[in-house]
C-alpha cells in the first residue's frame, strides 16, 4: 500500500465512528445505535428490516445521522441508567457538564407504539453548556429524496414512503433538507428533541419537557420490572444482565421474532467483502437466544418465539433446502433477496453494502437441532408444547433421520460448495435425541426404534469419520484434517462427556491452533477455503463456547481466566459485534445475538461450577 493510499485510508476512518463506539436503544420493533459523540448514526423505521433513515456508519456522507451533542470542546462518556435500555451519553466541557438522554418508550398504547417515537432528552447538570443539533435524514438508505416542511412548529421529514416529525422545545431552522438548531442549557436546564413516525393514522404531536419526562419514567420502569424476573444471582450479574437486556431489544414484539443483529454490512473485515445483512431470525440464533433467556428466567420471550414458529415455519413447505429454512423475515416472509447498494462506500469504506440475504437459500442442517432442542427445552422449563406442535416435531425429525447424511453448506454459511460437515451431523443428533427425550418423557407418540436406529447411526458416523487421528482431533468435515471451533458445541450438547480422552485431546488441539489470548478463531480459511476473499476476526461465540467447554472439562481456573478475558473486548457498555480483529477492534455486526447468548450460557455454567 502506498503512501497515498494509506492517507486516502485513514482519512476516511476519521469520518466513522467506530463500530465499538455506540450504545443501543430500541422499542421491540427497531433500534437506533448512538455513538460516544452524540450522533445516532443507524436507525431504521419503523421496523428492524426497513430502509436506514439514518445510516451514517455505512456512508458517512450519504447515511444521513442525528447529531446533538455539545458544541464546546468536550470529553465523553456513555453509559445506561442503571438496569434499562435508557442510554445517557455526557458531556465535559470548561464551563459545565451536560448529559443527552436517549431511549424509545415502550409498553405504551398502540397509538404510541404506532409513532416508533425516539426521545433525545439533553440536560445540563452543572454550570453551563452549549449544544447543536443537525437532524439529518437520508431515507431508503440514502436513496430517496425528501421534503422539510414546518407544522405549528414542528419540522415534518417527507419522502415518497415515510414521514417522520421532529418537535424541540427549542427554536429550530430548515435549509430544505436538514433541521439545525444551537442553544445554551444553564444548570437544571433541559430541552427535548422528539422524532415519530407519522402517517394516516398518526398525526404529529408536540413532545414537550413534562411529556418526556413521563416517558422517561414509564420506560425505566418497564425495563426495571422486565429485568427484576432475572433469576441469575452470580458473579457477573452486570454482564449477563446488559446481554439480557441487549437479547430484549432483538425481539420483535409483534410476532415474537428474534433478529440475529440490528445491522447490515458492518465488515468483519476492514476493506473485505464479509459484508452481510443479519436483521434476519436465523433459526439457530433464535432458537439459541432461547436456551439463554429460559435459563434466566425469561418465559415469555420464549412462548413468543415458540408462536412465532407454529405460524410461519410449517414442516409442510417442502423446499430445495428441505422443511424449514434457515432464515425469516421479522413477518415470517421466505423471499429475502440479496442485492447491493453500490451508491453507499460502506463502513470506512468497507463496500459492499448488502441488503437481503441470499444464504437463506443455503442447506444448512444444524438448524433442525437447534430449533428442537429450543422446543425441548421450552417444554421442560416453561410449558408443554402443544399436540400440533409436537406433529410438527415428529415430521422435522422423520426429515432429519432421512437426510442427516446429505453434505450442506454448515454453520458457518461458507460459500465454497457443501461439505458433510460434522458440526451439521451432530445438530442432526441433537434433534433426534432432544425429540426422543420428548417422547419418553411425556409418553407422547412416535416411530422411537426409527428415531433411536437413526441416532445411533448419526453418532457411529461423527465417531467413525469425524475423528482424525492423526490430529488426535474431531475435525471440521468427514476424512478431513482441518479444526473447527464449532465443534466445541460437542460436550455442550451431551454428545460425548467432557474428559473423554478424545475429547480432551480435541480440545488442547483446538487451544494450539484456533486459540489467541482467550480469542477463539472459527477455522483458517487458508487450509479451508469458504469461497471468500480475505480474513476475519475471531469469532466471538466460540470464544464463550471455549470457556465453557473448560469449565465443563473441570478446568476452571484456565475458564475463569479466559471469561475474563473475553469480558474486557466488550465496548464501554459490555456490548459485543460478531467478531474481535487483531487489536482488539470490534467487527461485524453490532451488537450480535450470538455472542451475548453464548456469554449469557458460559456465564451460568462457571458460575455454577465455581459453586
Known amino acids: 500500500m502506498d503512501g497515498a493510499t494509506k492517507e486516502r485510508d485513514g482519512s476516511r476512518a476519521r469520518r466513522y465512528v467506530p463500530i465499538a463506539d455506540h450504545g443501543l436503544i430500541g422499542d421491540m420493533r427497531s433500534v437506533a445505535l448512538v455513538g460516544t459523540e452524540g450522533t445516532i448514526d443507524w436507525y431504521c423505521c419503523p421496523s428492524f428490516d426497513s430502509p436506514s433513515v439514518f445510516g451514517a456508519i455505512l456512508d458517512a456522507e450519504q447515511g444521513g445521522c442525528f447529531e446533538l451533542a455539545a458544541s464546546a470542546p468536550a470529553r465523553t462518556k456513555q453509559f445506561y441508567f442503571p438496569d434499562t435500555n435508557v442510554l445517557i451519553t455526557r458531556f465535559f466541557t470548561e464551563d459545565g457538564v451536560g448529559e443527552v438522554q436517549d431511549f424509545m418508550p415502550v409498553g405504551g398504547t398502540p397509538a404510541e407504539e404506532a409513532r416508533h417515537r425516539l426521545i433525545r432528552r439533553v440536560l445540563c447538570v452543572r454550570g453551563s453548556v452549549p449544544f447543536r443539533a443537525l437532524v439529518a435524514p437520508r431515507f431508503a438508505y440514502g436513496s430517496r429524496p425528501h421534503t422539510v416542511r414546518l407544522t405549528g412548529g414542528i419540522a415534518v421529514f417527507d419522502s415518497e414512503e415515510l414521514s417522520l416529525a421532529l418537535t424541540a422545545t427549542v427554536p429550530t431552522e430548515t435549509d430544505g433538507t436538514d433541521v439545525r438548531a444551537e442553544f445554551k442549557l444553564a444548570e437544571g436546564e433541559a430541552a427535548v428533541f422528539a422524532l415519530d413516525r407519522v402517517g394516516a393514522e398518526v398525526a404529529p404531536d408536540h413532545c414537550g419537557c413534562g411529556e418526556a419526562e413521563r416517558q422517561f419514567g414509564a420506560t425505566v420502569t418497564y425495563w426495571r420490572r422486565w429485568l427484576s424476573s432475572s433469576r441469575y444471582r452470580g458473579r457477573w450479574r452486570e454482564m449477563v444482565h446488559r446481554s439480557a437486556l441487549t437479547l430484549k431489544l432483538l425481539t420483535y414484539a409483534p410476532t ?88 453507499l462506500e460502506g463502513h470506512c469504506g468497507s463496500a459492499p453494502v448488502r441488503v437481503g440475504n441470499a444464504a437463506a437459500d443455503q442447506l444448512q442442517l444444524d438448524v433442525y437441532g437447534a430449533l428442537i432442542d429450543s422446543i425441548y427445552l421450552y417444554d421442560k422449563w416453561a410449558e408443554p408444547i402443544s399436540s400440533e406442535q409436537w406433529d410438527h416435531v415428529t415430521a422435522l425429525v422423520d426429515w432429519v433421520c432421512a437426510h442427516w447424511d446429505q453434505p450442506d453448506e454448515g454453520v458457518w454459511e461458507t460459500r465454497g460448495g457443501r461439505k458433510n460437515f460434522l458440526y451439521s451431523r451432530l445438530m442432526c443428533w441433537v434433534a433426534i435425541e432432544r425429540a426422543i427425550r420428548m417422547a419418553n418423557r411425556r409418553g407422547l407418540p412416535a416411530d422411537l426404534p426409527h428415531w433411536q436406529s437413526s441416532r445411533d447411526a448419526v453418532y457411529r458416523r461423527i465417531m467413525d469419520r469425524g475423528w482424525c487421528a492423526s490430529r488426535r482431533a474431531f475435525v471440521q468435515h468427514e476424512d478431513g484434517e482441518v479444526l473447527d471451533a464449532a465443534i466445541l458445541m460437542m460436550p455442550l450438547a451431551k454428545f460425548i462427556a467432557p474428559t473423554d480422552p478424545k475429547w480432551l485431546s480435541t480440545l488442547d488441539s483446538l487451544t494450539e491452533d484456533l486459540v489467541s489470548d482467550s480469542l477463539v478463531y472459527r477455522y483458517d480459511p487458508l487450509v479451508s477455503p469458504d469461497g471468500l476473499h480475505g480474513a476475519e476476526g475471531t469469532f466471538s461465540i466460540c470464544s464463550f463456547w471455549y470457556v465453557e467447554a473448560l469449565t465443563r472439562a473441570g478446568r476452571l481456573d484456565e475458564a475463569a481466566l479466559a471469561f475474563e478475558k473475553m469480558l474486557t473486548y466488550g465496548n464501554h457498555l459490555g456490548l459485543y459485534a460478531e467478531e474481535i480483529g487483531h487489536t482488539g477492534e470490534q467487527q461485524g455486526n453490532f451488537p450480535q445475538a450470538f455472542t451475548h447468548l453464548a456469554l449469557i450460557s458460559a456465564a451460568f455454567n462457571l458460575d455454577r461450577a465455581l459453586g
Open 256 to 343: 415474537g421474532a428474534i433478529v440475529a443483529a440490528p445491522t447490515t454490512s458492518l465488515p468483519e473485515e476492514l476493506g473485505g467483502e464479509r459484508n452481510w445483512d443479519y436483521r434476519y431470525v436465523w433459526v439457530r440464533d433464535a432458537a439459541f437466544c432461547v436456551y439463554a433467556l429460559l435459563r434466566l428466567g425469561f418465559t415469555e420471550e420464549a412462548e413468543a418465539f415458540m408462536g412465532f414458529v407454529s405460524r410461519h415455519i410449517s414442516p409442510g413447505d417442502r423446499k430445495p433446502s428441505g422443511p424449514l429454512q434457515i432464515m425469516y423475515g421479522i413477518d415470517g416472509r421466505t423471499d429475502l433477496p440479496e442485492r447491493e447498494l453500490a451508491h
